[in-house]
């Protein structure tokens, strides 16, 4: 008897006490939820009100951000985001931050507002776990973060119609899961990296200096090392040229003050060479300058 209840007693406690755990995790998890989208919301300028007149804060009923304009979250009546759609609502603004604080978000549409600003350079912290991401018809500009390899998870990831300028990481070529990737309409350059995927001409078209394959080979990065090699190799045989006429012209002049010498100062050359001859005279010599120190 006084078993079973002991037992029963240890039941209720546990799972009490898991009911408390979960509550609480449950309960940090969605408060970063909300604090999220009030970040957004804080950040951007919404000229058009749209999140202003469905983003209120002030019912805060389990679930009720999964009500807002935009927002998908895992279950309805759980304050958790799944996804983030707030594409063509006139948001001005940088990147918002404050994402990184939607920790399940799978998905990311800002596409088509007026969004500015480089891309964050430390992306796959903000949106780790994301499968998609379309920042496309906005104004970012500065040049594509590599970090975006670190998004491992990403399937579809649209740039096109922005103001990104330099050349697309290669790392990005690490995005193994990509299906859909487009960066049509920017200020890019350079060749292509490779993608495990069969992407067409229409998903890098104008830009200034995209070449490589689906686009036309490079011809830049043909000629680039060709003109290294020959403006090296101009260097180095200038280099080469300088040294020599260094060279022979330090011969020369050591010819000529050798022929001057020999002409001029044969006497006492010979005088010297003379003295070098007998052990004795260079041992007197030095006895003598030892002396002459000595006294
Ligand atoms: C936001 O909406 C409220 C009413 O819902 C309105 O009074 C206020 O002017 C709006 N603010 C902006 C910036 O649109
Ligand atoms: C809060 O929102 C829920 C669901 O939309 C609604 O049923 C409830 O009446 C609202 N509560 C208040 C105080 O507005
Ligand atoms: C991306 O991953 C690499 C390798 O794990 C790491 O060194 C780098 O710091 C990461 N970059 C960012 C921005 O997280
Ligand atoms: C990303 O970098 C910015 C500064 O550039 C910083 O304010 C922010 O906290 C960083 N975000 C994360 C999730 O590390
Ligand atoms: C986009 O950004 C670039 C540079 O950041 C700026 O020069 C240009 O005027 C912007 N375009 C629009 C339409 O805002
Ligand atoms: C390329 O993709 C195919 C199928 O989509 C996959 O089986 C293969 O492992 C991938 N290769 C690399 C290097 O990721």
Redesign the pocket.
């Known amino acids: 008897m006084i078993m079973v209840m002991r037992s029963q007693i240890f039941a209720v406690l546990v799972s009490v006490l898991v009911w408390l755990l979960l509550g609480c995790s449950l309960s940090y998890a969605t408060q970063e939820d909300i604090d999220c989208l009030r970040s957004i919301k804080d950040s951007l300028d919404d000229s058009f009100g749209y999140l202003n007149s469905s983003w209120n804060f002030d019912?805060t009923?389990e679930g009720?951000i999964c009500?807002f304009t935009g927002i998908d979250c895992w279950h309805p009546d759980e304050n958790r985001v799944l996804n983030i759609r707030l594409a063509d609502m006139g948001l001005k603004g940088v990147f918002p931050q404050g994402i990184a604080k939607c920790k399940s978000i799978t998905g990311l549409d800002l596409s088509s507002n007026k969004l500015y600003g480089p891309i964050p350079s430390n992306i796959s912290q903000i949106i780790y776990y994301v499968t998609s991401l379309d920042l496309s018809s906005n104004n970012f500009s500065g040049e594509i973060p590599p970090a975006l390899a670190n998004c491992s998870f990403l399937n579809i990831l649209k740039l096109d119609y922005n103001s990104l300028t330099g050349s697309i990481p290669p790392v990005l070529s690490l995005l193994n899961r990509i299906k859909a990737f487009s960066v049509s309409n920017n200020l890019l350059s350079g060749p292509i990296p490779y993608f495990n995927v069969s992407l067409t001409a229409e998903d890098f078209a104008h830009n200034p200096g995209l070449c490589g394959k689906p686009l036309d080979p490079c011809q830049s990065t043909s000629k680039g090392p060709k003109t290294g090699i020959i403006a090296g190799a101009a260097v180095a045989g200038v280099t080469v040229a300088a040294i020599g006429v260094a060279i022979g012209m330090f011969f020369y002049y050591r010819r000529v003050s050798v022929m001057r010498k020999k002409k001029d100062d044969d006497p006492e050359g010979n005088k010297w060479a003379k003295s070098l001859k007998g052990d004795k005279g260079i041992k007197a010599s030095l006895s003598n300058t030892s002396m002459s120190d000595l006294s």
Do not use: D, L, S
């Open positions: 019912n009923t009720f009500r």
